[in-house]
């Protein structure tokens, strides 16, 4: 295998270097040899084989042809492990109960964890190491983020583990965690609510205004402003992001409750459109990378 293989696979993502950690994770973490468990970014299988002493089946994704081959290879005689070749970002994930542990390449985390977490079908748990950083924008530190306000109604998050640096290969330059993401049952935002507490929120995020408050007089009378403020007994003359996650969800009920069909157009279809602009400049970027 030439030297330039090995370098596009150890200097694209870290791997853990111990399988006796990786053992050690999984006997803390959630998975059973009932589990269907899907892995991000295999590498050589390291997880992979020890996900398959203790499940009742692996799915390993990974994007490298190279790297897939020799997953295939290593893995042949191994009925409950599944190789798929190709980027996790446009895998259909299944519409059943299964679980996600991974250590995950840091330049996609959020578009990883956006992944699974807005499918229809979003996993029962997930285990990802990342950055310790962008573990802790996902907990809502220092503060909440659109990203957060999203994510918190359907998961609960915590940090389960803190790496060494030496753990990987490469060793990074930064902290590593292993973050979980559990889905609620029943979660915190009724199902039938679940888009329009999305919209809600994302009109809330990125109305370009100082405040909350002024935000929110897009859809709300003074006199509302008013009563919701005596109601919920906070100011809202702060930004979106210095709003404790609680007092999102209190917004909301009181939206839905005094909220009449002009405040409802007003809102309707935020996220959508967030969505197909960050498409847009994606595409832009893209395109000034090729000149």
């Keep these: 295998m030439s030297s330039s293989f090995h370098q596009s696979i150890f200097y694209s993502q870290h791997f853990l270097k111990d399988p006796c950690l990786v053992a050690s994770l999984l006997d803390r973490c959630h998975i059973g040899h009932d589990d269907i468990v899907y892995e991000i970014g295999p590498g050589k299988g390291m997880i992979t084989e020890q996900l398959a002493r203790r499940c009742k089946q692996v799915v390993a994704i990974e994007k490298d042809p190279r790297l897939s081959a020799l997953l295939l290879e ?21 519409r059943k109960t299964y679980k996600v542990f991974a250590n995950i390449p840091f330049n996609i985390t959020r578009a990883i964890v956006t992944r699974l977490t807005t499918a229809e079908y979003p996993p029962e748990d997930a285990y990802l190491a990342m950055q310790k950083e962008a573990a802790e924008m996902f907990l809502g530190k220092p503060h909440e983020s659109l990203c957060t306000v999203l994510l918190k109604p359907w998961f609960e998050v915590e940090i389960v583990h803190r790496f060494r640096r030496k753990d990987f290969v490469p060793e990074p330059r930064v902290d590593v965690v292993m973050l979980r993401l559990r889905k609620r ?25 100082p405040t909350l408050g002024s935000v929110l007089k897009g859809i709300f009378s003074g006199q509302q402003l008013k009563h919701m403020r005596r109601e919920l007994g906070y100011d809202l003359d702060t930004t979106p992001t210095s709003i404790p996650f609680e007092l999102w969800l209190n917004v909301f009920e009181y939206f ?7 405040a409802m157009h007003t809102i309707v279809g935020s996220e959508k459109r967030l969505i197909q602009q960050q498409k847009r400049l994606q595409k832009v970027h893209r395109t000034r990378r090729s000149w």
């Design 74 to 94: 290593k893995f042949a005689d191994m009925p409950n492990v599944t190789i798929h070749e190709g980027d996790f970002l446009h895998y259909r994930l299944p």
């Design 185 to 209: 049952g029943p979660p915190l935002v009724n199902r039938a609510d679940k888009q329009c507490f999305r919209d809600f929120v994302v009109y809330s995020f990125t109305t370009w205004r």
């Design 256 to 262: 839905k409750k005094i909220g009449n069909e002009q």
